[in-house]
């Protein structure tokens, strides 16, 4: 089956390449159809190898979150490293070569795609089927299918990637993929969610866990989203480029309702599942309330889908439509708060772990950011802050605050929690990295948002400021100008970060690779075996 | 009520469902009235669609992520329309496949900056921004001059757009590829088709000073002559075109 998958892919890669040629989209096809026969080379060879034992359905299958974990970190460098360069380029616009690909245009999808769906996908995919498995005693129905999904999903990935550098993009704000890659994505999160009501069915445990509601609405939200979002006609099969079938304000509308959603179902929803997992986990506290999770999931699900028109507030757009985004944007701090505090105060009696422990301090960190986020995010929403704040870069450090302060520190919380658990470790490689990691990373956001705060408000009371006679009091380039101390501080508070994510996966690599960490015995209970999988069990007795 | 979250929470099609319903609402009260409510999109008789020129510039335009730094979106608000010129009309991008409003100024608003400054202007600044404006962040697009126009397929572009609503004609999807070029080239055998189709308003000439050859910058400069000028709906904005004029009635 996973041979002639990998054919497959192989065939259809080639297929797109030869009607393909001369426009980007073959150069992507020939890219799919060698993952296709590298994969079908791997399989061949990996008959050679041991049969595996029966024995395995006694354990969960952790192989896929292990790939999951070292890949999120890997791109988690790629796109900060990509982050920083064009920061950079900001300052100084010359620093880069004369050839299409090194433009700022081209490389800012690649890392605002490399944060989000490289990094952030990445680790929720890896996290969501160990959490997954945990909290139903259930093992992964199959084994092909996780691998499907991490390897489908990172191809889409690596084409959305090199896309971009050759000016392949639909100019959809996170979105940027074009119809062919969209195509591929919708496939592999079919499957993704298959996978997961599959694991839910065969669970041991009678209630679901908080935390996969929060995954379930990512995975299932997520996939509304980028199939209407999506929604374009190629020019032909032999052509990347397609136009989308909406267009002037109703697709503002359709990209903003993705485009905040997005923030919502994955950048929100699927680490909030983490959260809910590893900080108690971490912590060794429950969670603080029950029903205080009912009413912040339900909240969010509902309230934010109405909230993306406040992206255009003032424009073309109705003003039914932006009063209703502002109105709910400002009920959805409910929540996102109760969310928040949920989370604090599950450390209620454990705030001594938090002083000791850089892991737990990630995760406090994080939900004090996402508190934060979710407050600024609230008040940019109404009218006429967002008229001053709009357009400037302002967005882009509340986009930060929430990416780099809560995203990524939850993320990384969570991953020094599991990668020993993982490799069968007593604990990280070295608490010293973790330590000096989470410093930089506070430090770089911290040098970050308000870099964008000061250079954010600047701009916009520069763009709106008249002088005596009544006329403009500065030209659109003095606001340019005014800005460049700023852009310095970001580039730099954006170096630190990345340093703080090179030491991380050194951390992580050695943590694997470190023989005297050893635990005898795996830390978690075991999964209660399927019904199904008796019989292999069965058979090998 | 928590009682029967009880129930619901052991159910996984019942949760997955619910999600979907809870997640529906927002977006269907939002968006689907904005195909059916007739006063969202303006009515105007001379709102014409893209030259396949034009179209080919915008297509450089999204290529080159311009739309990351510029918007095309002038708000209803004072120092804006003191700015730019009048905001932006939602007609004005109707045929906007997809739609580049923007997100960003890191650059200023370009929904307006059609005829402001010459093509020789365009095509210096984009080739070195720094040529012309000293303290310019903007990257260089040096490659634009050197890149022949790829519009042998312009057609099946046109007929792309028609499919997903622009209402292009046989005609003007069979002469794509010969108006590319007449556009750029006067003196051309095809220029007078350009007019015929588009109207003898549109701007036909070589845009970066070289009329034998059909670059990216000639694509891109029509293009960015052409923004705000598809319509003339937005230099008149009175009250009857508009409900939300208050916003810009102040001093």
Redesign the interface.
Known sequence: MAMFLALCLGFGGFFLGVIGQGDPIGVHGYLIAFVGYLLLFLIVHSFYSPNPSPKRVTRYFDDPTKAGIILAMLWVIIATFVGDWIAW???F??A?F???WS????L??VHTSGVIFGFGGNALIATSFHVLQRTSRARLPDQLTPWVIIIGYNLFCLIAATGYLM???????YAEPEWYADIFLTVVWVLYLLLY?RT??RRKE???YVAN?YF??FI??MA?LHV?NGL?????LG?A???????????????W?YGHNAVA?FLTAGFLGMLYYYLPMRAQRPIFSY?LS?ISF?GI?????????H?????????W?QT??MS?SIILLVPSWASAGNALLTLNGAWDKVRDDPTLRFMMVAAIFYGLSTFEGSFLAIRPVN?LS???DW??GHVHSGALGWVAMITFGSIYTLVPWLWGKKEMYSKKLIEVHFWLALAGTIIYVFAMWNSGII?GLM??A?NGE???AYS??ES??AMKPY?VARAFGGFCFFLGTVIGLYNIVKTIKSTDLELAAPPDKEPIVHSSDALTLQTAE | MFKTHEKLERSTIGFAVAIMIAASIGGIIEIIPLFTIDETVEDVPDMRQYTPLELAGRNIYIREGCYACHSQMVRTLQDEVERYGPYSLAVESKYDHPMLWGSKRTGPDLARVGNKYSDQWHVTHLNNPRDVVPQSVMPSYGWLLRTELKYDDLDRHLAALKKVGVPYTDDMIDNAVADAYGQSDPESDQASGVFERYGDDTNVRAFDGDRRKLTEMDALVAYLQIMGGLTDISQVQTDDVNTVTKNISGE
Do not use: C, N
């Open positions: 380029l900001l300052v616009p010359e880069t004369d050839a299409g433009s700022f245009g081209r800012r999808p000016g392949v993009t639909s100019s959809k704000e009501l839910l069915k009678p209630h679901i509601w379930m609405a299932i939200v509304i209407f374009a006609v190629p020019v032909s052509h480029k397609s136009y989308s079938l909406f267009s002037g304000v109703q697709d503002a509308m359709v990209q309702w179902f029903r009912i339900w699900t509902f309230l934010y889908m109405w909230v993306g028109s992206h255009l507030h003032y424009t073309a757009l109705p003003q439509v209703l985004g709910f008229a709009h357009y400037t967005t882009v701009q763009w709106r008249y009544g006329t403009l659109f380039i340019v100008e852009y």
